[in-house]
């Protein structure tokens, strides 16, 4: 039982997070030993940064206004990424769990306890007893080799990742649609655009350096649609604001199609050529009128028509969507209905025209992409599809019936922990007693676990239930390269080296696979031996990386997929001259009627709770919440929500508030403003425990990609005090550190 | 002291501002600033919308805030670059937090001492751009030349003010409407908003500074029925 032996309290004094207000060697540092091109770890955007580093350790930050995605411009946790090093609540050697908390261990006792635990799970209880999570924060090469360790070492099929919470939705519905899943545009496209929609995507916290080339396209004249049950900083300047209600935009697309349709802007000679099963689709969104429309999704019918107006007839359009559309149990219904409105007018695959989804985490887009998914193998490949299972086999050198087979998804996985079923986990870089939705089942399924081992630099909220923590390493301490939102492959540069008794993560998965008996197929020398190999594995994949080198990348800025040969420039833009990637080369329409999110609201719970980000914290904050300016700048989650709603609860500005919905509750002060729907409230995901915006949200899964209903459940929403005499929480505290 | 079109210049543009405290946070990390950030950033009206605005020094011909200083500790350089209160001369009176007509200085209490943007001297000096405006995501903040400004956006730069009878002249660029040559505030314009009457003596009972007015956005306030009170030249 790996209950926690000591509060919350003792943890937070040992282990943080303690916010770090002043980098390595105070701020009189003087000149840096040197200055290091790589990137921030924080968004699927990669922002190249230079880092300062002296005495092997990261100081500040120098601007790299060469790196042609971003140029010099950061968000604030890209300029406060440093403060992560040579922090004071970093893991500098192994912990093992005690009957009060954790003692440090050396390597050796805490391999041999890890090793042993495995194999005592996995003779008890069979190979997929045992379990592995990893996560989209990661480089190519530890994705890879996630994967590869899950299937030759543990013998598991039980491995997923936390990209499994991120956008797995919208990857699925682009393989359906597309036959591939990345970004069709590079964002250099999104200025060029005149018509851009944005759909659920708070770009301007979320992707905050993606606001340039949004803004500079409506210099030059585009028209930005923002659909969003809140207005965000991007919304505030939109030429449209479609404000849906949660769990309704498939129905909207619809409806917007319905209109374009009507009016004659689809492109039939495109959707001839090449597209399939267009009929379904406009037989199905004739019920769609604008005001059946409205009804459902609480958008005016005249904001649908004047939607349909904008972007039917467009010269050139971008749609862009993220977590918004994709959070829900019909993620892949969603986010097909709005690729919809891209096929049916044909712009796609050109200059200035075209789609993507924008990526959350910092590799959210490699890290789905080589084999750390339960059904998925290198380059793309599908793990239930005999002759890619053939290929890995044999590339890896092990007979293919030794290969597993498909296993569970994430949160499937910790749903299996709790049934008792799952009963061993290594997690490396996933916290998801934060980020996995109804947290007090997270909770209680870790607790069930035999053994539960986690690789990580800090000790998260979940790390605290392990029963030994392997000290990992920080992006910074490691090389290796990540794919961007708009896949683009860059190189990341190791500025210094693991503190103290710590590790490189692959050196971990390394000699942990050696202790297993595997060490043949884990003989690497360095990263770019891992990533060589992840190329050539690629090979003839889907997603092909074969005729990547590091040296190519770095000269290149980055190289996009797919790069089949040496010589092969990469393909900033997919489906030029409308060739998709299914075998006939058409692209697929798909007709989805709307049906309602997995819980509506009803008397007792009778608003909608959606959750989401702030611009200074990222995802579970196991970073985030360590960096001083970073947890000033929004210290605690609020709940936004409307003064008319306010009004009628008795809220004020401040004011204490509770709010429960069928799996728990949480206290926090509310924030009274105009700019969400009067039938919604919003709560930031990024603090534990009482905090923890997912004490309250759904667990239920989108039934083809298993993304959980992050974005809509219900709840009620009560005051429990008055605001404080002095705010307990501002947004904007005056800037002293 | 009129810059060419090529030379580069500061930009601001709070219409594009996404509040995300970027220029605030990397403000204190330029190489003298030493963790303490010179600007700051704050929502116009939370209540009302996520409009934010960046409130940098504007750099003024004829600085009232030095016209204010019984000390005579704020200087300009040749470049007329406004600095922040000279540590041996300023007493800390906090005139110029209350004369200056944008919002921009700050008393540090705990140093006693008045502190303010000062174009990133450190950095412009050695031909680098200042380090909020290199950062900031959004181009609310633009530091480069007039040509650039004037080709890709739709807003004009204006760098002429009009408060009351004060006309006020800066070195930093406005972005604004492309009609308006001139921006005329009326301080009471921008008080209204939380539905109570505006009340004098506040301001003295919180010492939080002047209330900030370097946001033309806020002019689509729907309460705000005009563009100025009349009541100035610019009529």
């Known amino acids: 039982m790996a209950?926690?032996?000591?509060?919350?309290?003792?943890?937070?004094?040992?282990?943080?997070?303690?916010?770090?207000?002043?980098?390595?060697?105070?701020?009189?540092?003087?000149?840096?030993?040197?200055?290091?091109?790589?990137?921030?770890?924080?968004?699927?955007?990669?922002?190249?940064?230079?880092?300062?580093?002296?005495?092997?350790?990261?100081?500040?930050?120098?601007?790299?206004?060469?790196?042609?995605?971003?140029?010099?411009?950061?968000?604030?946790?890209?300029v406060m990424r440093y403060m992560q090093n040579d922090h004071p609540d970093r893991l500098i050697a192994p912990l093992v769990r005690t009957k009060d908390g954790f003692q440090t261990a050396g390597w050796h006792e805490v391999m041999r306890k890890t090793v042993k635990a495995i194999q005592d799970v996995q003779k008890k209880h069979g190979k997929d007893a045992f379990a592995f999570l990893g996560g989209a924060s990661m480089t190519n090469e530890k994705a890879y080799l996630n994967g590869k360790f899950a299937r030759i070492a543990l013998q598991t099929a039980n491995i997923d990742y936390n990209g499994r919470l991120c956008m797995v939705s919208a990857g699925a519905a682009n393989r359906m649609a597309f036959g591939v899943d990345r970004a069709a545009n590079p964002w250099s496209d999104i200025p060029l655009a005149k018509v851009i929609i944005?759909?659920?995507?708070?770009?301007?916290?979320?992707?905050?350096?993606?606001?340039?080339?949004?803004?500079?396209?409506?210099?030059?004249?585009?028209?930005?649609?923002?659909?969003?049950?809140?207005?965000?900083?991007?919304?505030?300047?939109?030429?449209?604001?479609?404000?849906?209600?949660?769990?309704?935009?498939?129905?909207?697309?619809?409806?917007?199609?319905?209109?374009?349709?009507?009016?004659?802007?689809?492109?039939?000679?495109?959707?001839?050529?090449?597209?399939?099963?267009?009929?379904?689709?406009?037989?199905?969104?004739?019920?769609?009128?604008?005001?059946?429309?409205?009804?459902?999704?609480?958008?005016?019918?005249?904001?649908?028509?004047a939607a349909a107006e904008l972007w039917g007839p467009a010269e050139s359009s971008i749609l862009l969507h993220a977590r918004g559309i994709e959070h829900h149990t019909k993620g892949t219904e969603n986010v097909l209905t709005y690729i919809n409105l891209v096929l049916a007018t044909g712009r796609i695959g050109k200059v200035g025209s075209g789609y993507g989804t924008i990526t959350g985490q910092g590799n959210g887009q490699g890290g789905r992409e080589h084999g750390q998914r339960n059904n998925q193998l290198p380059g793309g490949r599908d793990i239930n599809k005999p002759e890619h299972r053939e290929f890995i086999a044999k590339f890896w050198g092990i007979p293919?019936?030794?290969?597993?087979?498909?296993?569970?998804?994430?949160?499937?996985?910790?749903?299996?922990?709790?049934?008792?079923?799952?009963?061993?986990?290594?997690?490396?870089?996933?916290?998801?007693?934060?980020?996995?939705?109804?947290?007090?089942?997270?909770?209680?399924?870790?607790?069930k676990l035999e053994f539960f081992a986690c690789i990580d630099p800090f000790l998260s909220e979940t790390a605290r239930y392990a029963d030994v923590v392997l000290a990992g390493s920080l992006q910074e301490e490691d090389e290796g390269t990540v794919t961007t939102g708009e896949g683009r492959c860059v190189r990341l540069r190791n500025s210094v080296t693991p503190p103290g008794n710590a590790r490189v993560d692959w050196k971990i998965i390394c000699e942990l696979a050696d202790r297993l008996g595997k060490g043949k197929f884990f003989n690497y020398k360095n990263a770019g031996e891992i990533f060589t190999e992840l190329t050539q594995a690629s090979k003839g994949g889907a997603i092909d990386y074969s005729g990547m080198t590091y040296e190519k990348i770095e000269n290149n800025m980055g190289v996009f997929w797919p790069c089949p040969s040496p010589d092969h420039p990469g393909t900033p833009r997919l489906f030029e001259g409308g060739k998709f990637h299914h075998a006939d080369g058409r692209a697929k329409f798909h007709a989805y009627e709307y049906r309602p999110p997995a819980e509506d609201v009803d008397a007792d719970y009778p608003l909608f709770y959606t959750t989401g980000r702030v611009v200074s914290q990222y995802l579970s904050g196991t970073q985030t919440r360590r960096i001083g300016a970073l947890v000033k700048q929004y210290p605690e989650p609020l709940c936004e929500i409307h003064p008319l709603l306010a009004a009628k609860l008795g809220i004020k500005d401040r004011d204490i508030v509770k709010v429960t919905s069928r799996r728990g509750e949480i206290i926090v002060p509310a924030q009274v403003v105009k700019t969400i729907r009067p039938d919604t409230v919003f709560i930031p995901y990024h603090w534990p425990g009482k905090k923890a915006a997912n004490l309250l949200t759904n667990r239920a899964l989108d039934p083809i990609s298993k993304i959980p209903e992050f974005k809509v459940c219900s709840c009620r929403v009560e005051k429990v005090a008055d605001a404080p005499a002095k705010p307990t929480a501002q947004p904007f505290p005056q800037q002293i550190r | 002291m009129i810059a060419t079109a090529t030379e580069n210049e500061f930009f601001l543009d709070p219409s594009r501002c996404i509040g995300c405290q970027a220029c605030v946070q990397a403000c204190g990390e330029c190489g003298t600033h030493r963790g303490v950030s010179m600007i700051h950033l704050e929502y116009v009206h939370r209540p009302?919308?996520?409009?934010?605005?960046?409130?940098?020094?504007?750099?003024?011909?004829?600085?009232?805030?030095?016209?204010?200083?019984?000390?005579?500790?704020?200087?300009?350089?040749?470049?007329?670059?406004?600095?922040?209160?000279?540590?041996?001369?300023?007493?800390?009176?906090?005139?110029?937090?209350?004369?200056?007509?944008?919002?921009?200085?700050?008393?540090?209490?705990e140093i006693d001492l008045m502190m303010k943007c000062d174009m990133c001297y450190d950095r412009t000096s050695v031909g680098k751009k200042p380090m909020c405006a290199t950062v900031c995501p959004s181009g609310a903040l633009y530091y480069g030349p007039r040509d650039y400004i004037e080709k890709h956006r739709r807003e004009a730069a204006v760098n002429e003010f009009q408060f009351g009878r004060q006309t006020v002249r800066t070195k930093v660029n406005m972005m604004t409407s492309p009609e308006l040559t001139a921006l005329p505030f009326d301080v009471l314009d921008f008080l209204p908003w939380e539905d109570k009457d505006f009340d004098p003596f506040a301001l003295a009972r919180v010492r939080d500074g002047a209330p900030d007015a370097a946001n033309s956005a806020v002019w689509d306030e729907p309460a705000l029925s005009q563009r100025c009170s009349g009541n100035c030249t610019c009529h």
Request: proline content about 8%; glycine content about 8%.
């Open chain 1, 3 to 78: 209950t926690l032996t000591q509060p919350d309290e003792k943890y937070i004094e040992l282990y943080g997070p303690t916010p770090n207000f002043t980098p390595a060697g105070g701020w009189k540092i003087g000149d840096p030993d040197k200055l290091v091109k790589t990137h921030c770890c924080f968004c699927g955007v990669q922002c190249g940064i230079q880092l300062k580093v002296k005495d092997n350790k990261v100081v500040g930050f120098e601007p790299w206004e060469e790196f042609p995605v971003n140029q010099g411009k950061l968000c604030p946790k890209g």
């Open chain 1, 198 to 305: 944005l759909a659920g995507t708070n770009l301007a916290e979320c992707f905050p350096i993606l606001t340039d080339y949004i803004w500079r396209a409506r210099d030059a004249g585009a028209k930005i649609i923002v659909i969003d049950p809140r207005i965000t900083p991007i919304g505030r300047t939109a030429d449209l604001y479609l404000p849906v209600r949660p769990g309704r935009d498939s129905a909207l697309a619809n409806g917007i199609l319905h209109v374009m349709i009507e009016r004659g802007w689809t492109d039939e000679k495109f959707i001839a050529e090449h597209t399939h099963d267009f009929d379904q689709v406009r037989e199905l969104v004739k019920k769609y009128t604008p005001e059946y429309t409205e009804k459902i999704t609480g958008v005016p019918a005249k904001s649908i028509v």
């Open chain 1, 400 to 447: 293919e019936p030794e290969l597993p087979k498909q296993g569970l998804t994430a949160c499937e996985i910790i749903d299996a922990i709790e049934r008792g079923e799952i009963k061993g986990l290594l997690s490396i870089s996933f916290n998801p007693l934060v980020s996995i939705p109804d947290s007090e089942r997270t909770r209680k399924a870790l607790e």
């Open chain 2, 48 to 109: 009302t919308g996520v409009q934010t605005a960046p409130v940098v020094c504007m750099h003024c011909e004829d600085p009232t805030c030095a016209k204010v200083c019984p000390a005579d500790a704020i200087k300009q350089d040749d470049n007329g670059v406004v600095l922040s209160a000279a540590k041996s001369r300023c007493v800390a009176c906090s005139n110029c937090v209350l004369a200056c007509p944008f919002g921009v200085p700050k008393m540090k209490a």
